[in-house]
């Protein structure tokens, strides 16, 4: 548990260094957002550009768990290829899906007053398609999200129809 809430400090702290807000995590992945409701279409540029650039910042960085022999270390470092020792740093890598458009907050439950707040509509859908395609250590862009950022962006086309991210280009030659 330690170890994820490391792992997970460094990926907050690069979300937030972009602009975005983390609005829950569950089990091993983070749920963040950008934007205002109703946003303009040059806003909804400006905030899938935003969350594209933190995704690929989180890859970028590597972030690290000091795993210090927990039990599973060495397995996970046979795994990675690693030799196992004990207290070395292990890169944990995330699989970022990227969806755009309008969300749904709702708290649910309610008894003995323990209420969740979750998100919902065709944002998460796009985001869970993703999530089928996307490899580990990638970056995966729904169509929708794609289609807004096509001319600011370098990407590959996967068989569901979405994109995988590999860079921003530069901004100053794609104004529109």
Partial sequence: KTQLNSFFD???SIITE????VVSFSGDSITAVWGTPMASPSIMRQM?????ACALAVQA?????DFDGVEYSS???RSMGRSPSVGSLVPLRLRITIGGGELL????GGVHNRWLFTL???????????DKVCPVGGVVLSPEVWTIQSRQVKSLMLP?????????ADASRNKN
């Fill in 160 to 168: 569901n129809g979405c994109y995988q991210l590999v860079a921003i």
């Fill in 61 to 65: 960085a590597q972030p690290v768990s």
């Fill in 120 to 130: 919902g509509g065709n944002t998460i859908s796009q985001i869970t398609q993703g």
């Fill in 75 to 77: 397995g996970l470092a």
């Fill in 18 to 21: 972009h602009g975005g807000d």
């Fill in 48 to 52: 899938t550009l935003a969350a594209s």
């Fill in 105 to 108: 907050g709702v708290h649910v």
């Fill in 10 to 12: 460094q990926v907050v």
